[in-house]
Protein backbone atom coordinates (compact mmCIF):
# COMPACT_ATOMS: atom_id res chain seq x y z
CA UNK A 1 0.00 0.00 0.00
CA UNK A 2 1.12 3.23 -0.76
CA UNK A 3 2.37 5.63 1.73
CA UNK A 4 0.91 9.06 0.00
CA UNK A 5 -1.99 10.16 -1.39
CA UNK A 6 -5.85 9.69 -0.02
CA UNK A 7 -6.83 6.41 1.34
CA UNK A 8 -8.84 4.16 -1.15
CA UNK A 9 -12.55 4.16 -0.89
CA UNK A 10 -12.90 0.46 -0.77
CA UNK A 11 -10.51 -0.02 2.29
CA UNK A 12 -12.01 2.96 3.91
CA UNK A 13 -15.03 1.38 4.30
CA UNK A 14 -13.54 -2.43 5.06
CA UNK A 15 -11.64 -0.78 8.15
CA UNK A 16 -15.24 1.04 9.20
CA UNK A 17 -17.13 -2.56 9.03
CA UNK A 18 -14.74 -4.46 10.94
CA UNK A 19 -14.67 -1.40 13.59
CA UNK A 20 -18.75 -1.57 13.73
CA UNK A 21 -18.81 -5.33 13.63
CA UNK A 22 -19.90 -7.20 17.03
CA UNK A 23 -16.81 -9.66 16.89
CA UNK A 24 -14.33 -6.86 17.98
CA UNK A 25 -14.19 -6.61 21.69
CA UNK A 26 -13.31 -3.89 23.84
CA UNK A 27 -9.84 -5.12 24.69
CA UNK A 28 -9.24 -5.08 20.90
CA UNK A 29 -11.15 -1.22 20.29
CA UNK A 30 -8.74 -0.16 23.16
CA UNK A 31 -5.43 -1.96 21.85
CA UNK A 32 -6.77 -0.04 18.26
CA UNK A 33 -7.18 3.81 20.10
CA UNK A 34 -3.69 2.93 22.03
CA UNK A 35 -2.16 2.49 18.84
CA UNK A 36 -3.75 4.87 17.03
CA UNK A 37 -3.37 7.65 19.73
CA UNK A 38 -6.75 7.71 20.73
CA UNK A 39 -8.02 7.88 24.15
CA UNK A 40 -9.17 4.28 25.31
CA UNK A 41 -11.60 4.78 27.93
CA UNK A 42 -15.07 4.60 27.75
CA UNK A 43 -17.33 1.82 26.93
CA UNK A 44 -17.97 -0.07 23.71
CA UNK A 45 -19.78 2.38 21.39
CA UNK A 46 -17.83 5.31 22.61
CA UNK A 47 -14.68 3.17 21.23
CA UNK A 48 -16.26 2.77 18.11
CA UNK A 49 -17.59 5.85 17.27
CA UNK A 50 -13.79 7.43 17.85
CA UNK A 51 -12.22 5.09 15.63
CA UNK A 52 -14.87 5.53 12.98
CA UNK A 53 -14.39 9.29 13.13
CA UNK A 54 -10.69 8.85 13.01
CA UNK A 55 -11.03 7.37 9.98
CA UNK A 56 -13.20 9.06 8.53
CA UNK A 57 -10.61 12.65 9.33
CA UNK A 58 -7.97 10.87 7.62
CA UNK A 59 -10.21 10.76 4.04
CA UNK A 60 -11.53 14.04 4.81
CA UNK A 61 -7.53 15.39 5.20
CA UNK A 62 -6.45 12.98 2.55
CA UNK A 63 -4.02 11.70 4.80
CA UNK A 64 -2.70 8.47 3.39
CA UNK A 65 -0.27 7.53 5.55
CA UNK A 66 -2.04 8.27 8.71
CA UNK A 67 -4.55 5.79 7.68
CA UNK A 68 -2.03 3.20 6.64
CA UNK A 69 -1.40 3.04 10.27
CA UNK A 70 -4.76 2.35 10.87
CA UNK A 71 -5.32 -0.44 8.60
CA UNK A 72 -2.10 -2.30 9.62
CA UNK A 73 -3.28 -2.09 13.39
CA UNK A 74 -6.80 -3.50 12.26
CA UNK A 75 -4.65 -6.12 10.40
CA UNK A 76 -2.59 -7.01 13.51
CA UNK A 77 -4.99 -6.90 16.48
CA UNK A 78 -8.21 -8.07 14.71
CA UNK A 79 -6.95 -11.40 14.05
CA UNK A 80 -10.08 -12.66 11.59
CA UNK A 81 -9.47 -9.33 9.36
CA UNK A 82 -8.36 -11.15 6.32
CA UNK A 83 -11.04 -13.45 6.12
CA UNK A 84 -13.70 -11.18 7.42
CA UNK A 85 -12.49 -8.66 3.92
CA UNK A 86 -12.52 -11.76 1.76
CA UNK A 87 -15.94 -12.99 2.44
CA UNK A 88 -17.80 -10.07 2.55
CA UNK A 89 -16.29 -8.75 -0.66
CA UNK A 90 -15.52 -5.57 0.58
CA UNK A 91 -12.43 -4.72 -1.38
CA UNK A 92 -12.18 -4.47 -5.08
CA UNK A 93 -8.81 -6.71 -4.85
CA UNK A 94 -9.98 -9.46 -2.80
CA UNK A 95 -7.03 -10.43 0.18
CA UNK A 96 -6.72 -14.18 -0.43
CA UNK A 97 -7.16 -15.31 3.38
CA UNK A 98 -5.24 -17.01 5.59
CA UNK A 99 -5.83 -20.17 6.35
CA UNK A 100 -6.63 -20.99 10.10
CA UNK A 101 -3.85 -22.31 12.57
CA UNK A 102 -5.89 -24.92 13.91
CA UNK A 103 -8.20 -27.30 12.34
CA UNK A 104 -11.09 -27.51 14.25
CA UNK A 105 -13.64 -24.38 13.72
CA UNK A 106 -16.88 -23.15 14.30
CA UNK A 107 -18.65 -22.24 11.25
CA UNK A 108 -21.44 -19.24 12.05
CA UNK A 109 -24.75 -19.05 9.82
CA UNK A 110 -24.35 -17.55 6.43
CA UNK A 111 -24.22 -13.62 6.87
CA UNK A 112 -26.79 -11.44 5.94
CA UNK A 113 -27.45 -8.82 3.19
CA UNK A 114 -24.24 -6.90 1.97
CA UNK A 115 -25.47 -3.66 3.19
CA UNK A 116 -26.87 -5.26 6.77
CA UNK A 117 -22.78 -6.28 7.91
CA UNK A 118 -21.95 -2.71 9.58
CA UNK A 119 -25.16 -1.46 11.19
CA UNK A 120 -25.75 -4.05 14.47
CA UNK A 121 -23.19 -4.47 17.49
CA UNK A 122 -25.64 -7.62 18.65
CA UNK A 123 -25.12 -11.08 16.34
CA UNK A 124 -27.79 -13.82 15.69
CA UNK A 125 -27.62 -17.75 16.53
CA UNK A 126 -24.17 -18.25 17.85
CA UNK A 127 -22.45 -14.68 17.03
CA UNK A 128 -20.68 -12.28 19.37
CA UNK A 129 -20.89 -10.20 22.83
CA UNK A 130 -18.69 -7.89 24.73
CA UNK A 131 -15.42 -8.54 25.67
CA UNK A 132 -15.07 -11.68 23.45
CA UNK A 133 -13.09 -13.19 20.65
CA UNK A 134 -15.43 -13.83 18.00
CA UNK A 135 -16.05 -14.15 14.65
CA UNK A 136 -18.24 -11.72 12.36
CA UNK A 137 -21.30 -13.27 10.34
CA UNK A 138 -20.70 -16.37 7.84
CA UNK A 139 -16.98 -16.35 9.06
CA UNK A 140 -15.69 -19.59 10.00
CA UNK A 141 -12.46 -19.39 12.41
CA UNK A 142 -10.04 -21.62 14.72
CA UNK A 143 -11.73 -22.61 17.73
CA UNK A 144 -8.37 -21.08 19.54
CA UNK A 145 -9.69 -17.52 19.30
CA UNK A 146 -12.61 -17.96 21.00
CA UNK A 147 -10.34 -19.00 24.43
CA UNK A 148 -7.92 -15.89 24.05
CA UNK A 149 -8.66 -12.32 24.75
CA UNK A 150 -5.85 -10.89 26.72
CA UNK A 151 -4.47 -14.48 28.33
CA UNK A 152 -2.94 -16.56 25.50
CA UNK A 153 -4.48 -19.93 26.44
CA UNK A 154 -7.12 -22.42 25.20
CA UNK A 155 -8.96 -25.19 26.39
CA UNK A 156 -7.86 -28.82 24.96
CA UNK A 157 -11.08 -29.80 22.58
CA UNK A 158 -13.63 -32.06 23.55
CA UNK A 159 -16.08 -34.30 21.69
CA UNK A 160 -18.55 -33.83 24.42
CA UNK A 161 -18.42 -29.85 24.56
CA UNK A 162 -17.97 -27.91 21.49
CA UNK A 163 -17.27 -23.92 22.28
CA UNK A 164 -19.37 -21.78 20.51
CA UNK A 165 -19.44 -18.14 22.74
CA UNK A 166 -17.16 -17.04 25.41
CA UNK A 167 -19.93 -15.17 27.76
CA UNK A 168 -18.18 -12.09 29.68
CA UNK A 169 -14.39 -11.30 30.29
CA UNK A 170 -11.78 -14.03 31.85
CA UNK A 171 -11.79 -13.44 35.19
CA UNK A 172 -8.47 -14.10 37.50
CA UNK A 173 -8.11 -16.19 40.43
CA UNK A 174 -5.28 -14.36 41.72
CA UNK A 175 -2.92 -16.75 44.14
CA UNK A 176 -3.34 -15.95 48.12
CA UNK A 177 -0.25 -15.41 50.22
CA UNK A 178 0.16 -15.82 53.68
CA UNK A 179 -1.60 -12.34 54.51
CA UNK A 180 -4.54 -12.66 52.48
CA UNK A 181 -7.50 -13.78 54.20
CA UNK A 182 -8.37 -17.60 53.71
CA UNK A 183 -11.07 -17.13 51.07
CA UNK A 184 -11.76 -15.33 47.85
CA UNK A 185 -14.64 -15.03 45.97
CA UNK A 186 -14.87 -14.01 42.28
CA UNK A 187 -18.30 -12.74 40.79
CA UNK A 188 -19.75 -13.17 37.41
CA UNK A 189 -22.83 -10.83 36.50
CA UNK A 190 -24.96 -12.11 33.85
CA UNK A 191 -28.19 -11.30 31.88
CA UNK A 192 -29.55 -12.28 28.60
CA UNK A 193 -30.33 -9.15 26.85
CA UNK A 194 -26.50 -8.48 27.11
CA UNK A 195 -25.82 -11.80 25.16
CA UNK A 196 -29.10 -12.42 22.23
CA UNK A 197 -26.92 -15.84 21.60
CA UNK A 198 -28.51 -16.96 25.10
CA UNK A 199 -31.89 -16.76 23.70
CA UNK A 200 -31.52 -20.06 21.22
CA UNK A 201 -30.85 -21.90 24.45
CA UNK A 202 -34.89 -22.40 25.05
CA UNK A 203 -34.97 -24.15 21.44
CA UNK A 204 -31.78 -25.79 21.48
CA UNK A 205 -31.58 -28.37 24.56
CA UNK A 206 -27.64 -29.32 23.31
CA UNK A 207 -27.04 -25.88 24.08
CA UNK A 208 -25.27 -25.56 27.65
CA UNK A 209 -23.67 -22.81 29.27
CA UNK A 210 -20.49 -23.98 30.79
CA UNK A 211 -17.62 -22.96 33.57
CA UNK A 212 -14.19 -23.41 32.91
CA UNK A 213 -11.25 -23.30 34.42
CA UNK A 214 -7.33 -23.23 33.40
CA UNK A 215 -4.06 -22.88 35.96
CA UNK A 216 -2.37 -21.52 33.61
CA UNK A 217 -2.53 -18.36 31.12
CA UNK A 218 -0.80 -19.91 28.03
CA UNK A 219 -0.86 -22.64 25.39
CA UNK A 220 -3.26 -25.51 25.74
CA UNK A 221 -4.42 -26.10 28.83
CA UNK A 222 -6.65 -28.72 30.75
CA UNK A 223 -9.64 -27.74 32.54
CA UNK A 224 -8.80 -27.20 36.22
CA UNK A 225 -10.19 -25.59 39.43
CA UNK A 226 -8.65 -24.63 43.09
CA UNK A 227 -8.38 -27.64 45.18
CA UNK A 228 -10.46 -26.07 47.83
CA UNK A 229 -13.44 -24.27 45.60
CA UNK A 230 -16.93 -24.10 45.34
CA UNK A 231 -19.59 -22.44 43.09
CA UNK A 232 -22.79 -21.06 43.15
CA UNK A 233 -25.38 -19.29 41.41
CA UNK A 234 -27.96 -17.26 42.38
CA UNK A 235 -27.12 -17.92 46.11
CA UNK A 236 -27.72 -21.87 45.38
CA UNK A 237 -25.00 -24.29 45.47
CA UNK A 238 -23.81 -26.29 42.22
CA UNK A 239 -23.31 -29.62 43.49
CA UNK A 240 -20.01 -30.37 41.09
CA UNK A 241 -17.08 -32.44 40.86
CA UNK A 242 -14.27 -29.77 40.58
CA UNK A 243 -11.41 -32.10 41.11
CA UNK A 244 -11.47 -34.59 38.52
CA UNK A 245 -10.09 -38.40 39.15
CA UNK A 246 -7.43 -38.37 41.94
CA UNK A 247 -4.04 -37.78 40.52
CA UNK A 248 -5.46 -37.59 37.13
CA UNK A 249 -4.87 -34.52 35.28
CA UNK A 250 -7.17 -33.23 32.62
CA UNK A 251 -9.95 -35.36 33.69
CA UNK A 252 -11.82 -32.34 35.50
CA UNK A 253 -15.58 -31.58 33.73
CA UNK A 254 -16.87 -28.37 33.17
CA UNK A 255 -19.81 -27.46 35.11
CA UNK A 256 -22.73 -26.82 33.68
CA UNK A 257 -24.93 -24.20 35.20
CA UNK A 258 -27.73 -24.11 32.44
CA UNK A 259 -30.28 -25.33 35.00
CA UNK A 260 -29.17 -22.91 37.80
CA UNK A 261 -29.57 -19.51 35.64
CA UNK A 262 -32.80 -17.67 34.77
CA UNK A 263 -32.89 -16.56 31.52
CA UNK A 264 -36.19 -15.17 31.48
CA UNK A 265 -37.05 -12.16 31.69
CA UNK A 266 -33.85 -11.58 29.79
CA UNK A 267 -33.18 -8.27 31.61
CA UNK A 268 -32.94 -10.30 35.14
CA UNK A 269 -29.59 -10.19 36.45
CA UNK A 270 -27.47 -13.58 37.38
CA UNK A 271 -24.93 -13.76 40.21
CA UNK A 272 -22.23 -16.50 40.08
CA UNK A 273 -19.86 -16.41 42.21
CA UNK A 274 -16.91 -18.29 42.40
CA UNK A 275 -15.18 -19.04 46.01
CA UNK A 276 -11.75 -20.62 46.31
CA UNK A 277 -8.86 -20.68 49.26
CA UNK A 278 -5.47 -21.39 49.54
CA UNK A 279 -4.14 -21.35 46.28
CA UNK A 280 -0.56 -20.76 45.46
CA UNK A 281 -1.05 -20.47 41.76
CA UNK A 282 -3.26 -18.53 39.62
CA UNK A 283 -6.28 -19.50 38.02
CA UNK A 284 -8.38 -18.04 35.28
CA UNK A 285 -12.14 -18.44 35.06
CA UNK A 286 -14.56 -18.32 32.11
CA UNK A 287 -17.95 -18.82 31.17
CA UNK A 288 -18.67 -20.45 27.73
CA UNK A 289 -22.03 -21.17 25.96
CA UNK A 290 -21.11 -24.55 24.41
CA UNK A 291 -22.92 -27.15 22.35
CA UNK A 292 -22.76 -30.49 23.71
CA UNK A 293 -23.52 -33.44 21.97
CA UNK A 294 -25.25 -36.81 22.85
CA UNK A 295 -23.63 -39.97 23.39
CA UNK A 296 -25.69 -41.78 20.69
CA UNK A 297 -24.92 -38.58 18.57
CA UNK A 298 -21.18 -39.44 19.21
CA UNK A 299 -22.10 -42.73 18.33
CA UNK A 300 -22.42 -42.75 14.96
CA UNK A 301 -20.16 -40.36 14.40
CA UNK A 302 -17.56 -43.48 15.06
CA UNK A 303 -16.90 -44.42 11.54
CA UNK A 304 -14.05 -46.34 11.03
CA UNK A 305 -14.03 -49.99 11.11
CA UNK A 306 -11.91 -53.29 11.42
CA UNK A 307 -13.11 -55.41 8.96
CA UNK A 308 -13.82 -58.77 10.11
CA UNK A 309 -11.04 -60.42 7.20
CA UNK A 310 -8.67 -58.98 8.48
CA UNK A 311 -9.22 -60.06 12.16
CA UNK A 312 -9.63 -63.65 10.83
CA UNK A 313 -6.33 -62.74 8.95
CA UNK A 314 -4.65 -61.95 11.85
CA UNK A 315 -5.65 -65.04 14.32
CA UNK A 316 -4.58 -67.17 11.87
CA UNK A 317 -1.36 -65.76 11.46
CA UNK A 318 -0.72 -66.00 15.51
CA UNK A 319 -1.50 -69.50 15.05
CA UNK A 320 0.72 -70.24 12.06
CA UNK A 321 3.39 -68.66 15.01
CA UNK A 322 5.93 -71.22 15.35
CA UNK A 323 7.19 -70.28 18.73
CA UNK A 324 3.39 -69.95 19.93
CA UNK A 325 1.26 -72.93 20.65
CA UNK A 326 -2.16 -72.66 19.38
CA UNK A 327 -4.78 -72.78 21.51
CA UNK A 328 -8.32 -71.98 20.82
CA UNK A 329 -9.65 -68.89 23.30
CA UNK A 330 -12.75 -67.73 24.44
CA UNK A 331 -14.25 -64.27 23.32
CA UNK A 332 -16.55 -62.61 25.36
CA UNK A 333 -19.59 -60.42 24.30
CA UNK A 334 -20.43 -58.93 27.37
CA UNK A 335 -19.05 -55.52 27.49
CA UNK A 336 -16.14 -55.28 30.64
CA UNK A 337 -17.34 -51.98 31.60
CA UNK A 338 -21.13 -52.09 32.25
CA UNK A 339 -21.08 -56.42 32.17
CA UNK A 340 -23.76 -56.05 29.38
CA UNK A 341 -24.15 -57.83 26.02
CA UNK A 342 -22.16 -55.14 23.30
CA UNK A 343 -24.15 -53.23 21.14
CA UNK A 344 -21.98 -51.70 19.39
CA UNK A 345 -18.49 -53.73 19.48
CA UNK A 346 -15.68 -51.75 19.28
CA UNK A 347 -11.92 -51.04 20.15
CA UNK A 348 -9.03 -49.05 19.36
CA UNK A 349 -6.93 -49.45 16.07
CA UNK A 350 -3.82 -50.09 17.99
CA UNK A 351 -5.17 -52.85 20.20
CA UNK A 352 -3.75 -56.37 19.73
CA UNK A 353 -6.30 -58.16 21.01
CA UNK A 354 -9.82 -59.06 19.52
CA UNK A 355 -12.16 -58.60 22.80
CA UNK A 356 -14.15 -55.94 22.42
CA UNK A 357 -16.04 -53.19 24.53
CA UNK A 358 -19.14 -51.63 23.98
CA UNK A 359 -18.63 -47.92 22.41
CA UNK A 360 -21.62 -46.21 24.37
CA UNK A 361 -20.50 -47.67 27.47
CA UNK A 362 -17.12 -46.49 26.78
CA UNK A 363 -18.02 -42.75 25.86
CA UNK A 364 -20.41 -42.70 28.83
CA UNK A 365 -17.43 -43.56 31.12
CA UNK A 366 -15.10 -40.52 29.17
CA UNK A 367 -17.89 -37.89 29.99
CA UNK A 368 -17.40 -38.95 33.63
CA UNK A 369 -13.69 -38.34 33.64
CA UNK A 370 -11.92 -38.39 30.37
CA UNK A 371 -9.01 -40.74 30.37
CA UNK A 372 -9.56 -42.59 26.82
CA UNK A 373 -7.61 -45.51 27.86
CA UNK A 374 -8.62 -49.29 26.63
CA UNK A 375 -10.49 -51.37 29.84
CA UNK A 376 -8.53 -54.25 28.35
CA UNK A 377 -5.61 -53.30 27.03
CA UNK A 378 -5.11 -49.69 28.91
CA UNK A 379 -3.44 -48.44 25.70
CA UNK A 380 -4.67 -45.05 24.54
CA UNK A 381 -7.70 -44.46 22.84
CA UNK A 382 -8.64 -41.55 22.28
CA UNK A 383 -11.99 -40.77 19.97
CA UNK A 384 -10.29 -40.57 16.46
CA UNK A 385 -9.13 -44.10 17.07
CA UNK A 386 -12.49 -45.73 18.02
CA UNK A 387 -13.28 -48.31 15.28
CA UNK A 388 -16.27 -50.90 15.08
CA UNK A 389 -14.79 -54.45 14.89
CA UNK A 390 -17.33 -55.97 12.38
CA UNK A 391 -16.05 -59.67 13.18
CA UNK A 392 -17.22 -59.34 16.72
CA UNK A 393 -20.34 -57.89 15.03
CA UNK A 394 -20.91 -60.50 12.91
CA UNK A 395 -20.96 -62.87 15.75
CA UNK A 396 -23.35 -61.05 17.79
CA UNK A 397 -25.91 -60.94 14.99
CA UNK A 398 -25.40 -64.93 14.62
CA UNK A 399 -25.73 -65.62 17.39
CA UNK A 400 -28.96 -65.17 20.52
CA UNK A 401 -29.02 -62.59 23.39
CA UNK A 402 -28.38 -65.52 25.89
CA UNK A 403 -25.14 -66.39 24.22
CA UNK A 404 -22.54 -64.80 26.50
CA UNK A 405 -19.35 -66.06 25.06
CA UNK A 406 -18.04 -67.83 21.62
CA UNK A 407 -14.77 -69.87 21.37
CA UNK A 408 -12.37 -68.97 18.89
CA UNK A 409 -10.62 -71.58 16.81
CA UNK A 410 -6.88 -70.78 15.77
CA UNK A 411 -8.22 -71.06 12.75
CA UNK A 412 -10.76 -67.57 13.09
CA UNK A 413 -13.72 -69.92 13.10
CA UNK A 414 -15.98 -69.03 16.10
CA UNK A 415 -18.39 -72.06 17.60
CA UNK A 416 -21.13 -71.32 19.73
CA UNK A 417 -21.19 -73.31 23.23
CA UNK A 418 -22.83 -76.32 22.90
CA UNK A 419 -23.57 -76.08 19.31
CA UNK A 420 -21.49 -79.07 19.23
CA UNK A 421 -21.85 -82.35 21.77
CA UNK A 422 -19.89 -85.64 22.21
CA UNK A 423 -22.00 -88.55 21.74
CA UNK A 424 -20.87 -91.71 23.52
CA UNK A 425 -22.50 -95.43 22.07
CA UNK A 426 -23.95 -97.84 24.45
CA UNK A 427 -21.55 -100.76 23.42
CA UNK A 428 -18.57 -98.60 24.66
CA UNK A 429 -20.39 -97.59 27.99
CA UNK A 430 -19.04 -100.65 30.13
CA UNK A 431 -14.90 -98.91 28.88
CA UNK A 432 -15.92 -96.25 31.32
CA UNK A 433 -16.65 -98.71 34.55
CA UNK A 434 -14.07 -99.04 37.13
CA UNK A 435 -12.78 -102.50 37.76
CA UNK A 436 -13.09 -101.39 41.54
CA UNK A 437 -16.43 -101.08 40.59
CA UNK A 438 -16.80 -104.51 38.91
CA UNK A 439 -15.62 -106.54 42.04
CA UNK A 440 -18.01 -104.68 44.21
CA UNK A 441 -20.73 -105.34 41.87
CA UNK A 442 -19.72 -109.36 42.15
CA UNK A 443 -19.70 -109.22 45.85
CA UNK A 444 -22.76 -107.46 46.50
CA UNK A 445 -24.47 -109.73 44.10
CA UNK A 446 -23.39 -113.26 45.99
CA UNK A 447 -24.51 -111.24 49.59
CA UNK A 448 -27.90 -110.74 48.16
CA UNK A 449 -27.66 -114.40 47.14
CA UNK A 450 -26.63 -115.71 50.44
CA UNK A 451 -29.34 -113.87 51.97
CA UNK A 452 -31.88 -115.26 49.96
CA UNK A 453 -31.09 -118.69 51.47
CA UNK A 454 -31.06 -119.02 54.72
CA UNK A 455 -31.08 -122.46 55.00
CA UNK A 456 -27.40 -122.84 54.46
CA UNK A 457 -24.94 -123.10 57.12
CA UNK A 458 -22.65 -120.84 56.09
CA UNK A 459 -20.96 -117.94 58.12
CA UNK A 460 -21.78 -115.65 55.80
CA UNK A 461 -25.32 -116.65 55.67
CA UNK A 462 -25.57 -117.15 59.62
CA UNK A 463 -23.95 -113.32 59.87
CA UNK A 464 -26.17 -112.15 57.94
CA UNK A 465 -29.12 -113.18 59.59
CA UNK A 466 -28.17 -112.21 62.80
CA UNK A 467 -31.05 -109.84 64.56
CA UNK A 468 -33.03 -109.70 61.28
CA UNK A 469 -36.33 -111.09 61.50
CA UNK A 470 -37.47 -112.11 58.35
CA UNK A 471 -40.25 -110.87 56.15
CA UNK A 472 -41.98 -111.61 53.06
CA UNK A 473 -39.43 -109.40 50.80
CA UNK A 474 -36.60 -111.72 51.67
CA UNK A 475 -38.11 -114.84 49.97
CA UNK A 476 -37.67 -116.75 53.26
CA UNK A 477 -40.33 -117.67 55.60
CA UNK A 478 -40.57 -116.96 59.46
CA UNK A 479 -40.95 -120.80 60.28
CA UNK A 480 -37.67 -121.61 58.29
CA UNK A 481 -35.83 -119.40 60.44
CA UNK A 482 -36.97 -120.56 63.91
CA UNK A 483 -36.40 -124.30 62.55
CA UNK A 484 -33.05 -123.23 61.45
CA UNK A 485 -31.89 -121.18 64.80
CA UNK A 486 -34.01 -123.75 67.21
CA UNK A 487 -31.53 -126.69 65.62
CA UNK A 488 -28.21 -125.02 65.68
CA UNK A 489 -28.68 -122.83 68.09
CA UNK A 490 -25.52 -121.17 68.14
CA UNK A 491 -24.14 -117.80 69.73
CA UNK A 492 -24.13 -115.12 68.00
CA UNK A 493 -20.66 -113.75 66.56
CA UNK A 494 -19.40 -110.48 68.35
CA UNK A 495 -19.69 -107.28 66.26
CA UNK A 496 -16.45 -105.08 66.68
CA UNK A 497 -16.53 -101.54 65.39
CA UNK A 498 -12.66 -100.51 64.00
CA UNK A 499 -13.49 -97.07 64.32
CA UNK A 500 -13.53 -96.67 67.85
CA UNK A 501 -10.28 -95.44 69.96
CA UNK A 502 -9.05 -96.87 73.00
CA UNK A 503 -10.25 -93.91 74.60
CA UNK A 504 -13.97 -94.63 74.00
CA UNK A 505 -16.31 -96.13 75.58
CA UNK A 506 -15.85 -99.80 75.24
CA UNK A 507 -19.09 -101.36 73.30
CA UNK A 508 -22.16 -102.80 74.82
CA UNK A 509 -22.17 -106.68 74.27
CA UNK A 510 -24.58 -107.76 71.28
CA UNK A 511 -27.95 -108.89 72.68
CA UNK A 512 -29.21 -112.53 71.33
CA UNK A 513 -31.41 -112.45 69.48
CA UNK A 514 -34.75 -114.54 70.70
CA UNK A 515 -36.23 -116.84 67.91
CA UNK A 516 -38.51 -118.60 70.26
CA UNK A 517 -42.30 -118.78 68.92
CA UNK A 518 -42.89 -115.60 72.17
CA UNK A 519 -40.54 -114.01 69.94
CA UNK A 520 -43.16 -113.41 67.38
CA UNK A 521 -46.52 -114.08 68.92
CA UNK A 522 -46.18 -113.00 72.79
CA UNK A 523 -46.37 -115.29 75.63
CA UNK A 524 -49.96 -116.77 76.99
CA UNK A 525 -48.70 -116.51 80.79
Given at each position: ??????????????????????????????????????????????????????????????????????????ETIVPWFHTFVANTGLLQQTIKPQPPPYSQTAIYPPAPAHGNTSN???????????????????????????????????????????????????????????????????????????????????????????????????????????????????????????????????????????????????TYQNNIEFTYALTRESFYLVVYLCKTPTIEELVSRITKKIRAESV??????????????????????????????????????????????????????????????????????????????????????????????????????????????????????????????????????????????????????????????????????????????????????????????????????????????????????
Amino acid sequence: MDRAGPPPKDKVEALKAVAKNAGVNKTQLQSLCAVNGLPKTGNKPDLVKRLVDAIQQCVARGDGSTFNTFYTSFETIVPWFHTFVANTGLLQQTIKPQPPPYSQTAIYPPAPAHGNTSNSYAMASYGVANGSHNAPKGVSRPLEWYNQQRHEFQFKPSVFYEILYRIGEVRDCERMSAMQQHRQTVSIKLRTSDHPQLNNIGNDPSLRIMMYCAAGKNGVQDIAFPHQSELKVNGGEVKANLRGLKNKAGSTRPVDITDSLRLRPNTYQNNIEFTYALTRESFYLVVYLCKTPTIEELVSRITKKIRAESVVTEIANKANDPDVVATSQVLSLKCPLSYMRLSKPCRGLDCGHIQCFDATSYLQLQEQGPQWLCPICSKSVPFDQLAIDEYAKGILEATPKSVEQVTIEPTGKWIEPGAEKVTVPDSAEASFVDDDDLYVSEVLSAANHGFSTPGRSTTGASTTLIGTPMNGSTGGTPSLARSSNNNNKRPAPEVIDLTLSDDDEPPRPVKRANYGLNAYFGSNS
